[in-house]
């Protein structure tokens, strides 16, 4: 039997290097991708609370956030230790129209970026046949 004891949730990937960055004193600004749901909701409100620019987060319907939940037991009653893993979110590529749209904002904010941090959770946004879109 496993009890829930807590749930937190954080961001993952480019989020969390982003308030890392924050936390640092730096200027972020996201541009990406979530769903229309409670995981999309929560990564954006938790990104605005650290005064990370969020204008160009997009939030497209009909798709759900990548999200990964771990099962953290404890080992002999006192070393916590990931017992499991459980990836959830969409299995195909964002439409050519999002990608666009996604490449568009990143383009508008080079010239204003000292560092630039991508990662893409198999959206294929990054593909060298994107650069075209």
Excluded: Y
């Amino acid at each position: 039997m496993l009890k829930v004891d807590k749930t937190e949730f954080n961001c993952g990937g480019a989020g969390a290097v982003a308030l890392d960055l924050a936390a640092l004193g730096a200027r972020c600004r996201c541009i990406g991708v979530t769903g229309c749901d409670q995981n999309g909701e929560v990564i954006e409100k938790k990104l605005k609370e650290a005064g990370i620019d969020t204008g160009n987060l997009l939030a497209v319907a009909g798709r759900s956030t990548i999200s990964k939940e771990r099962l953290i037991g404890l080992a002999q009653h006192r070393h916590r230790q990931q017992l499991m893993r459980i990836d959830e979110g969409p299995c195909e590529p964002l439409s050519q129209e999002m990608s666009k749209k996604v490449l568009h904002a990143a383009r508008g904010c080079l010239r204003q970026a000292d560092i630039i941090c991508l990662q893409d959770n198999s959206s294929d946004l990054l593909e060298p046949h994107c650069a075209e879109r």
